[in-house]
């Protein structure tokens, strides 16, 4: 089965700085790669994800890129401010029908105001 | 719409008791799927449903049992509570790609 690796487990920065967390996968035909956040308590938010067939999304402050070759993808944080402080989930999955969705062991954002 | 909702939010057990944590979704999604979260280990999936009369283990389905006699609801029944279930269980359903979380329910067992 899949699986997917997520690090840092924990990131400090200054607010006003840029964050990034990364994650690779195992299953070559993954090709759906959703972004999660949790704020403490909370239920996870889906906030960005990439198909396998674009490199690079955007939206606003936060960007994901995807590297297939090396079956690694990543988020992209500018400009942090304090309310983007959260634990992140990346995850990974087949697409059409259901595919079981595997994710990362998540990664706790601190932002230093 | 009320999207997903989850009941009770919070609950403590004993050890042997049986109980059932409830599911609902209002936005008519074929798929639904329970999970559980443990600190440091994400989200591990427990039972997913793929239409109403449909179930299937997920990666961690001992000691759990699910059913989906509607499209709207998907509860979670465990059978004699252990320490190891306490957790935060969280209940999602999905369009397209995307899913969606219940607010969970924390469930200690004592």
């Known amino acids: 089965g899949e699986n997917v690796e997520q690090h840092p487990s924990t990131l400090s920065v200054q607010e006003g700085d840029s964050a990034v967390i990364k994650c690779t996968y195992s299953?070559?035909?993954?090709?759906?790669f959703p972004w999660y956040k949790q704020e403490l308590g909370k239920r996870p938010q889906l906030i960005i994800d990439?198909?396998?067939?674009?490199g690079e999304k955007k939206d606003q402050r936060i960007a994901v890129t995807l590297n297939k070759t090396a079956k690694h993808f990543s988020l992209h944080i500018t400009e942090t401010q304090p309310e983007d402080s959260a634990v992140y989930f990346c995850?990974?999955?087949?697409?059409?029908?259901?595919?079981?969705?595997?994710f990362g062991t998540g990664t706790k954002l601190q932002v230093i105001p | 719409n009320a999207g997903v909702t989850q009941t009770p939010k919070f609950q403590v057990l004993k050890t042997g008791q049986s109980m059932t944590l409830q599911c609902a979704q209002d936005?008519?999604?074929?798929?639904m799927s329970w999970y559980r979260q443990d600190p440091g280990m994400g989200l591990r999936l427990i039972h997913y449903?793929?239409?109403?009369?449909?179930?299937d283990q997920g990666e961690v389905p001992n000691g759990y049992n699910v059913s989906r006699s509607t499209t709207e609801d998907f509860p979670l029944r465990l059978l004699s509570a252990a320490p190891s279930q306490t957790s935060v269980y969280f209940c999602?359903?999905?369009?397209?790609?995307?899913?969606?979380f219940g607010p969970g329910t924390r469930l200690t067992v004592t």
């Open positions: 299953d070559s035909a993954s090709n759906y």
């Open positions: 449903s793929v239409g109403a009369g449909i179930t």
């Open positions: 990439i198909r396998s067939n674009v």
């Open positions: 999602a359903s999905r369009t397209g790609g995307w899913w969606y």
């Open positions: 936005m008519n999604h074929e798929y």
């Open positions: 995850a990974a999955s087949r697409s059409g029908g259901y595919q079981k969705v595997t």
